[in-house]
């Protein structure tokens, strides 16, 4: 397997553009997470799906993020429109249901707003 | 809110010396996790210790918890050059949820 696969490594944007961040999880895992990574803040989950269906979007910072997993392999989140203060590293984290979440985790994107 | 928090933030040992990181928690948890980072990757998980049990080894890592204190600590022995990375600390709080919470981390420079 080749893990969680994220797209694009790196994204640089103006302020006020569309940005959309994309995810393949790990083939089998039915939960799926996105992560925000500052020095400011650390790592703070955004929001997560289970079985494709968003649990807990109390993360996401404000109307102009988005998520969707239209199907198990595949999840994007979006920003419309961006702002400075959105750059960051964006991870995506897969795990499989089960006993204990346990993530792994994608190589990340890391979006500039300029 | 951020739960794990770890200390110190940056640790900056020699080669062959242990590195310890601690890791503490406000709720009560299912287990706790530590996961490691190498500079523009993402995380790996280290290790998983859950709350009824104390300590965890695993190769050069021990991990120990004490639910008491609310806290964890990871030590690295023998420690090497490729060690140096930031280490966090999550915990996955009881309650039913699926959610993981990270510590921002400690930062590891091994010097050789």
């Known amino acids: 397997d080749a893990g969680v696969i994220q797209s694009p490594r790196h994204e640089v944007t103006e302020m006020g553009q569309e940005v959309t961040l994309r995810c393949k999880p790990i083939?089998?895992?039915?939960?799926l997470f996105w992560y925000r990574q500052t020095m400011m803040r650390g790592l703070e989950l955004l929001i997560y799906f289970n079985n494709n269906v968003p649990i807990d979007d109390s993360g996401m910072p404000e109307d102009r993020f988005s998520a969707k997993m239209p199907n198990a392999s595949f999840s994007t989140l979006k920003i419309q429109p961006s702002e400075p203060r959105d750059s960051a590293v964006y991870f995506c984290?897969?795990?499989?249901?089960?006993?204990?979440?346990?993530?792994?985790f994608g190589s990340g994107t890391r979006l500039t707003v300029v | 809110s951020q739960q794990g928090e770890e200390d110190p933030q940056a640790l900056s040992i020699q080669e062959g010396e242990n590195a310890t990181m601690n890791c503490s928690y406000k709720?009560?948890?299912?287990?706790l996790q530590w996961y490691r980072q190498n500079s523009g990757r993402g995380l790996v998980h280290l290790i998983l210790?859950?709350?009824?049990?104390r300590e965890k080894h695993s190769g050069r890592l021990r991990v120990t918890l004490d639910t008491s204190k609310k806290s964890s600590s990871l030590l690295i022995t023998a420690s090497r050059a490729a060690d140096t990375a930031s280490y966090f600390c999550a915990t996955w709080p009881q309650g039913g949820s699926e959610k993981l919470v990270f510590g921002k981390g400690t930062k590891l420079t091994v010097n050789p």
């Open positions: 984290a897969s795990s499989p249901t089960g006993a204990s979440p346990r993530g792994t």
């Open positions: 083939s089998g895992h039915n939960s």
């Open positions: 709720t009560s948890i299912n287990n």
């Open positions: 210790i859950r709350s009824n049990e």
